[in-house]
């Protein structure tokens, strides 16, 4: 009961990270119907700021400094790099195509400079636990939950009740319609992706903290497991990403605290779980948890 409680809460965790990841990929996708490939590299480059920051500035300034440049950085590829004149949704295959390159110069300049180095952070939780009856859980963890839900729920508040949310979700519902409302759609679209880049470089600090031992040139590649939890819980619904997300982060924890009793379906299977839930999820129902239905008229 013990372990099964230990679990429990390091996916609660996981799974609250793995959200804010979730989230970028969803709120880019109602802006501009773009799946941004490069949110891992996005990531990597966030907590790379604040590692070779903490030592001059601080943990806080230094994250603050990461999140900022993150979120730039984001909104400069797609102002810079995406757009081209009048927003089109047909040019969103070529789009994500073009983030599959940007991907790849970021992660080889950053896989570059941190080598087989482990960076640390400089996090103020260290290798800290909290130790709570039979439960023991590192305080990075609880941080993970406390800022993670603290920062899911303002952005919720920011797509309910800011002007920039009710234009994100007319645009999402018909683009067109959303224009000829006068919708500035350049505007909501590069919010957009500064927003999901600012939550990626703030996903970075949990990913890398203990029991993690610091970033290292992998640590994006873990954005992919949020990927399925955006895919699982429908591609245009970020209450659909929070869920996909704890659900993800639970099947995978559950999945690593009882390895020796499911041997039988090989010693890495954790690392494909989150996958093998999307795809039994997709099959009962194809749109994702909370996809919508669309109408066709034929």
């Given at each position: 009961?013990?372990?099964?409680?230990?679990?429990?809460?390091?996916?609660?965790?996981?799974?609250?990270?793995?959200?804010l990841?979730?989230?970028?990929?969803?709120?880019?996708?109602?802006?501009?119907?773009?799946?941004?490939?490069?949110?891992?590299?996005?990531?990597?480059?966030?907590?790379?700021?604040?590692?070779?920051?903490?030592?001059?500035?601080?943990?806080?300034?230094?994250?603050a400094?990461?999140?900022?440049?993150t979120?730039?950085?984001?909104?400069?590829?797609?102002?810079?790099?995406?757009?081209?004149?009048?927003?089109?949704?047909?040019?969103?295959?070529?789009?994500?195509?073009?983030?599959?390159?940007?991907?790849i110069?970021?992660?080889?300049d950053?896989?570059?400079?941190?080598?087989?180095?482990?960076?640390?952070?400089?996090?103020?939780?260290?290798?800290?636990?909290?130790?709570?009856?039979?439960?023991?859980?590192?305080?990075?963890?609880?941080?993970?939950?406390?800022?993670?839900?603290?920062?899911?729920?303002?952005?919720f508040?920011?797509?309910?009740?800011?002007?920039?949310?009710l234009?994100?979700r007319?645009?999402?519902?018909?683009?067109?319609?959303?224009?000829?409302?006068?919708?500035?759609?350049?505007?909501?679209?590069?919010?957009?992706?500064?927003?999901?880049?600012?939550?990626?470089?703030?996903?970075?600090?949990?990913?890398?903290?203990?029991?993690?031992?610091?970033?290292?040139?992998?640590?994006?590649?873990?954005?992919?497991?949020?990927?399925p939890?955006a895919?699982?819980?429908?591609?245009?619904?970020?209450?659909?990403?929070?869920?996909?997300?704890?659900?993800?982060?639970?099947?995978?924890?559950?999945?690593?605290?009882?390895?020796?009793?499911?041997?039988?379906?090989?010693?890495?299977?954790?690392?494909?779980?989150?996958?093998?839930?999307m795809?039994?999820?997709?099959?009962?129902?194809?749109?994702?948890?909370?996809?919508?239905?669309?109408?066709?008229?034929?």
């Amino acid at each position: 009961m013990t372990a099964f409680l230990d679990d429990l809460l390091n996916g609660l965790a996981l799974g609250a990270v793995y959200a804010l990841v979730a989230l970028g990929f969803v709120v880019i996708f109602k802006a501009s119907g773009v799946l941004n490939f490069a949110h891992g590299s996005l990531l990597l480059l966030g907590g790379y700021l604040v590692a070779v920051l903490h030592d001059d500035l601080g943990f806080a300034a230094a994250l603050a400094v990461a999140v900022l440049a993150t979120a730039l950085l984001a909104g400069a590829l797609d102002r810079l790099l995406l757009q081209r004149g009048e927003p089109d949704p047909r040019a969103a295959h070529a789009q994500t195509i073009v983030t599959i390159g940007v991907d790849i110069v970021l992660l080889t300049d950053l896989s570059r400079r941190i080598g087989g180095d482990l960076l640390p952070l400089g996090d103020p939780w260290g290798d800290a636990v909290t130790t709570a009856g039979p439960v023991t859980i590192a305080d990075s963890r609880l941080a993970a939950i406390t800022v993670s839900a603290l920062t899911i729920a303002a952005t919720f508040a920011l797509f309910r009740y800011t002007a920039w949310g009710l234009s994100l979700r007319a645009a999402s519902e018909d683009l067109e319609a959303a224009a000829l409302m006068g919708v500035r759609l350049t505007r909501v679209r590069t919010l957009a992706w500064c927003l999901a880049g600012a939550l990626a470089a703030l996903a970075a600090v949990f990913l890398a903290a203990f029991p993690a031992p610091g970033l290292e040139r992998t640590t994006g590649q873990i954005a992919l497991k949020a990927f399925p939890a955006a895919i699982l819980g429908g591609m245009a619904s970020p209450a659909g990403a929070l869920a996909g997300s704890l659900l993800i982060g639970l099947t995978e924890a559950l999945v690593a605290g009882h390895q020796s009793d499911l041997h039988v379906l090989g010693d890495g299977f954790g690392d494909v779980a989150p996958y093998a839930v999307m795809i039994l999820v997709l099959l009962v129902r194809p749109t994702g948890l909370f996809g919508a239905r669309g109408a066709a008229r034929v």
